[in-house]
Every structure is written in structure tokens, then in C-alpha cells.
């Protein structure tokens, strides 16, 4: 059964920097592209930034130069590093294998002042 638990968001003014972490078990994590999400609407989710069995990263317009992701396979888990945050980054992020497996909980990031 695929697990997916994230963690490390929080209240972080515009401008800081959190590091989120998504620990994985169930799945080999060397064998699946991964990917964090955020919702948009209701029950939709938008794909921020994604990572290849290969390593190869891509990212959403929204977010490029700011976020960084990156896997540990060791470790069976793969990471956000948020900079230069906005408010409009406000949101629950969400990491998931592609394709898709159950939903975790996601971790809540809140920038404000």
C-alpha cells in the first residue's frame, strides 16, 4: 500500500524559505517520476514541480528559480526547497507519484506578514 506523508510547511514571511519533505513507503522511489502539487480549485491540483526516475526536473512557470526539487531513493524521499516565497504561494502542497496514487495530507504553507 503506497504511503505518502508530508511535512515542513508553515507560516514563513514573503521572501523566506521552507523545505518541504515527502517520506514515501510502499512504492520503490527509484522507479517512479514524483511530483508536488497544490490545489487550485475544490478538488484540483496543479503540478508545481516534478522529478524523473532519471532526475530531470521541471517546474511551473509560476515557481521556476524558486523552487527546487530533489529524491533521496536511499531514503525513499523527495523534497521542495521554496525560496524567495510569495503570498500567492499561500496553499497545500501535496507530493504524489506519477501517475497518481492516493493522496496523503499534504502540508500547509502559509506566507504572510
Known amino acids: 500500500q503506497v504511503q505518502l506523508r508530508e511535512s515542513g510547511g508553515g507560516l514563513v514571511q514573503p521572501g523566506g524559505s521552507l523545505r518541504l519533505t515527502c517520506a514515501t513507503s510502499?512504492?520503490?522511489?527509484?522507479?517512479?517520476?514524483m511530483g508536488w502539487f497544490r490545489r487550485v480549485s475544490g478538488n484540483q491540483r496543479e503540478l508545481v514541480a516534478v522529478?524523473?526516475?532519471?532526475?530531470?526536473?521541471n517546474y511551473a512557470e509560476s515557481v521556476k528559480g524558486r523552487f527546487t526539487i530533489s529524491r533521496d531513493n536511499a531514503r525513499n524521499t523527495v523534497y521542495l526547497q521554496m525560496n524567495s516565497l510569495k503570498p500567492e504561494d499561500t496553499n497545500i502542497y501535496y507530493c504524489?507519484?506519477?501517475?497518481?496514487?492516493?493522496w496523503g495530507q499534504g502540508t500547509q504553507v502559509t506566507v504572510s506578514s
Open positions: 504524489n507519484k506519477i501517475p497518481g496514487a492516493p
Open positions: 510502499g512504492i520503490v522511489l527509484s522507479n517512479n517520476d
Open positions: 522529478i524523473t526516475k532519471g532526475g530531470m526536473t
